[in-house]
C-alpha cells in the first residue's frame, strides 16, 4: 500500500505457531513459559461432589488443560503437601518448565497423592525460581498457575506478601490463581495472591468450572502480546534521552513514571510516534488510569500531546497512546523547525492499580513530503458512505484465528470472520486500505450459554488504529463498547477516507488518517466475563469491508486502481458467501447469525453508565507554537 510508515516489518506469525523461528529483535514464543502449582495438601482427597475426590477431578482438568496448549510450549507443574503428611517444607518440582510433554506431565500428575499441609507461600517462592528468565532481554510472559481448595496454613513466608514482591520484581511476570471449591478466608487469600501478583483470581465451585477456568488462565498466558523491536532504556530527564531513528523499539515503564527519548526531525516531513503498553492482562486498573505521549521542543515549546486511559476497572488491557509532529504549511511555527524534540512517555496510575513495570513498544516513523508541483486531494473529513448505516457483507462466517498484538495481527480482506476470544484478552486484525479508501467494521459477541446464578455483566470493545499506530474514535458516529452479559452484543466501527490532506485537520478522527497502508482492529473482550459465560472461549464475529476505489496516489485526480482482492473476495480469493461453518472450537454461536441483518442485540442495563474506551474527548492534540 502507498504511504505505509516505514517502521520495522511485521513480527512472527500468528499466536498459534509457536514452533516458529524468532525474527531478530522479537521475542521468541519460548520467551513465555507456565509452571502450574497444584494444591496435593490432605483436603484434596475429599469428595468433590460427585464422587470423586478433589485430586482426581484436578488431575483431569490439568490434563484438559496440556491437551490445549500449544506444540512445545514451555511447561512444569509444582506441588506441595504430596510427600509428608506434616510439613511446610513439603514442596517439590515434579515436571520442570520445558517444552510441553503431554503425556509426561499426564503422567506426572497422575502420581500425585494428597497428603499434607498447604505452604502456598514458599510455594510461589519456588514457582518463580522454576521459570527461565527472558533470554537476551527479550520480553514474555511468565507465568504461575496457583490451582488451591484451601489457604496457607504455615504462615510464613506471607502468601500476598510473596506475590507482592514477585510482582513487583520485573515486568513479565503473573500469578494467576483458581479456587476450586473455596470460600471465605481461602477465596480472600487467593484473590489476594492473584491481585498482588498482576493476574486474576478464577472461581471454580465444582469440576466443569475448574476445567473451564484452568483452560482460559493457561491459555491467556500462551497468548501473551508478541513484541517486536530493538530494546532501548529511556530516560528520567530530557537531556539524557537516548537517541531514536525511525523504526521500533522496546522498554518498560513503572507507575508514575516518565521516559525521555529524543529524535532528530527536519522542517518538512511528518514524524509519528506511537507507545502500546502492555500490562498483564485483566491486572488491577483504575478507570483513569492513563498512557500519555507528548512531543516537546527547545526548552518550552510544547507540539503535541495525547492521552488514552482504561475507562473500565474489570483489568488491564493494550493501551496506545500515539503523537504526530506535522509541519504547517506556512512552516513557521516553533515546532515547525528542524532540529531535536524530545518524545515523552507517561504512564498515570492510581492508588491500588498494578504495581508492575509495562512492557513498552515504541514506533517512530517519518513521512516524506509531497514532491514540488503535486497537488493533494482534499481531505475527507465525513464517513460519507461509510457511516453507521453502511450496509457489511452477510452470510456464513469463516474461520479466522487474531494475532496477539500489532506484530502478528491476523490479515483480513471484506467479509464475515468469526474467531473465539477468552475473558481478558485483546486480539488483532489487520486490513489493507487504500488511498480514498475507508474502512468498516462491525463486531459481534455471541449469544452464550451462561454459567449458573450468573448475574454479573462484563463488555466487549474494539479499537481501531491507523498505519502509524493512532487510536481511531468514533466522531460521535460510532461507540467502540457495548455490555457483554452472555446475551448478543455489537460494536459498529470505522473511518474517514484516507487522504493525505486529512493531516491538516483538527479532529482526531481525521487528523490520523493521513495515509493508506494496514489498519488495526483491536477486539477485547472484559475479564468479568470469566464469571458469566458456561464455554471457556466466546465467540466473536467481525463484518468488515473497504469502501470506495483505491487511487493510484495522493494526489489530486488521481486515477482509481482496478479492483482489488478486499474489494469483492478475501485474502484469499474467496467470495464473501463462500464461507464453511465448522470449526467453533466450544464457542457459542447462536443468535449471530440471525442478528446479522440489523446487528445484535445490545444489552442495555438500567442505571448503568458505560463510560466509552478510548474516549476521544480525552485527548488534546497541539501541533506548535507560535
Not at 498484538?405 to 491476523?410: K, M, V, Y
Amino acid at each position: 500500500m502507498a504511504g505505509a510508515l516505514p517502521v520495522a516489518a511485521a513480527g512472527p506469525g500468528a499466536h498459534g505457531d509457536h514452533g516458529a523461528a524468532a525474527a531478530p529483535g522479537t521475542a521468541a514464543p519460548d520467551d513465555s513459559s507456565l509452571v502450574m502449582v497444584l494444591d496435593s495438601s490432605g483436603s484434596m482427597a475429599d469428595d468433590d461432589g460427585t464422587g470423586r475426590t478433589r485430586m482426581e477431578t484436578a488431575r483431569r482438568a490439568v490434563g484438559t488443560v496440556v491437551d490445549g496448549l500449544p506444540d512445545h510450549y514451555p511447561t512444569g507443574l509444582r506441588v506441595y503437601g504430596a510427600d509428608h503428611s506434616r510439613g511446610c517444607a513439603d514442596t517439590r518440582l515434579v515436571r520442570p518448565v520445558q517444552p510441553l510433554d503431554r503425556a509426561a506431565v499426564k503422567q506426572a500428575v497422575a502420581a500425585v497423592r494428597p497428603r499434607g499441609d498447604t505452604p502456598i507461600g514458599l510455594s510461589l517462592q519456588e514457582a518463580a525460581k522454576d521459570l527461565p528468565g527472558p533470554a537476551d532481554g527479550a520480553m514474555g510472559t511468565r507465568t504461575i498457575l496457583l490451582i488451591s481448595d484451601g489457604e496457607d496454613n504455615c504462615g510464613t513466608p506471607q502468601p500476598c506478601e510473596v506475590a507482592e514482591q514477585l510482582g513487583k520484581e520485573g515486568a513479565g511476570l503473573r500469578i494467576d490463581t483458581v479456587g476450586f471449591q473455596v470460600k471465605g478466608r481461602a477465596r480472600e487469600q487467593l484473590e489476594c495472591i492473584a491481585a498482588a501478583g498482576n493476574g486474576r483470581y478464577y472461581d471454580a465451585p465444582d469440576a466443569k468450572a475448574l476445567a473451564r477456568q484452568l483452560q482460559r488462565a493457561s491459555q491467556l498466558s500462551a497468548d501473551g502480546y508478541r513484541f517486536r523491536g530493538k530494546r532501548v532504556e529511556g530516560a528520567a530527564t530530557g537531556d539524557r534521552a537516548p537517541l531514536l531513528a525511525p523504526g521500533q523499539y522496546l522498554d518498560t515503564i513503572g507507575p508514575g513514571e516518565k521516559r525521555y527519548y529524543a529524535v532528530d526531525l527536519d522542517a518538512v516531513s511528518t514524524a509519528d510516534f506511537s507507545a502500546t503498553a502492555v500490562p498483564q492482562p485483566g491486572a488491577a486498573v483504575d478507570t483513569f488510569d492513563a498512557l500519555r505521549t507528548s512531543l516537546e521542543y527547545g526548552t518550552d515549546s510544547f507540539c503535541a500531546t495525547n492521552t488514552e486511559r482504561f475507562y473500565q476497572k474489570e483489568g488491564a488491557t493494550p493501551l496506545t497512546s500515539a503523537v504526530a509532529r506535522i509541519p504547517a504549511p506556512e512552516g513557521t511555527r516553533v515546532c515547525d523547525r528542524a532540529g531535536r524534540y524530545r518524545l515523552v512517555v507517561e504512564r498515570e496510575s492510581k492508588k491500588g492499580s498494578d504495581d508492575a513495570r509495562w512492557p513498552l513498544e515504541l514506533v517512530h516513523g517519518v513521512e516524506a513530503p509531497l514532491k514540488k508541483g503535486v497537488t493533494p486531494a482534499a481531505s475527507e473529513p465525513e464517513y460519507g458512505v461509510g457511516g453507521r448505516s453502511a450496509a457489511l457483507p452477510s452470510g456464513d462466517p469463516r474461520d479466522a484465528r487474531g494475532g496477539t498484538g500489532f506484530n502478528d495481527a491476523e490479515e483480513l480482506g471484506r467479509g464475515v470472520w468469526r474467531d473465539r476470544i477468552l475473558p481478558s484478552q485483546t486480539l488483532w486484525y489487520k486490513v489493507p486500505v487504500g488511498w480514498g479508501q475507508q474502512v468498516r467494521y462491525d463486531v459481534e459477541f455471541a449469544n452464550e450459554p451462561t454459567v449458573e446464578q450468573a448475574s454479573s455483566y462484563s463488555y466487549g470493545a474494539t479499537q481501531l488504529f491507523t498505519p502509524g499506530r493512532f487510536p481511531v474514535g468514533g466522531g460521535g458516529e460510532f461507540t467502540s463498547t457495548a455490555v457483554y452479559s452472555g446475551r448478543p452484543a455489537a460494536i459498529r466501527m470505522g473511518s474517514v477516507p484516507v487522504s493525505w490532506t486529512n493531516r491538516y485537520e483538527f479532529r482526531p478522527t481525521v487528523q490520523p488518517v493521513h495515509t493508506g497502508g494496514e489498519f488495526y482492529i483491536s477486539v477485547t473482550l472484559g475479564a468479568r466475563a470469566a464469571e458469566i459465560a458456561e464455554n471457556p472461549q466466546i465467540g466473536v464475529v467481525l463484518r468488515v469491508s473497504v469502501l470506495g476505489d483505491e487511487r493510484a496516489g495522493p494526489e489530486y485526480g488521481a486515477p482509481a486502481l482496478g479492483k482489488k482482492t478486499g474489494d469483492g473476495a478475501d485474502k484469499r480469493g474467496n467470495s464473501p458467501s463462500a464461507a464453511d461453518s465448522d470449526g467453533t472450537g466450544g464457542a457459542g454461536w447462536t443468535g449471530i447469525a440471525a442478528a446479522a441483518g440489523a446487528g445484535a442485540v445490545v444489552v442495555v442495563i438500567a442505571g448503568l453508565v458505560f463510560v466509552r474506551s478510548r474516549r476521544r474527548a480525552a485527548t488534546q492534540t497541539t501541533r506548535g507554537s507560535a
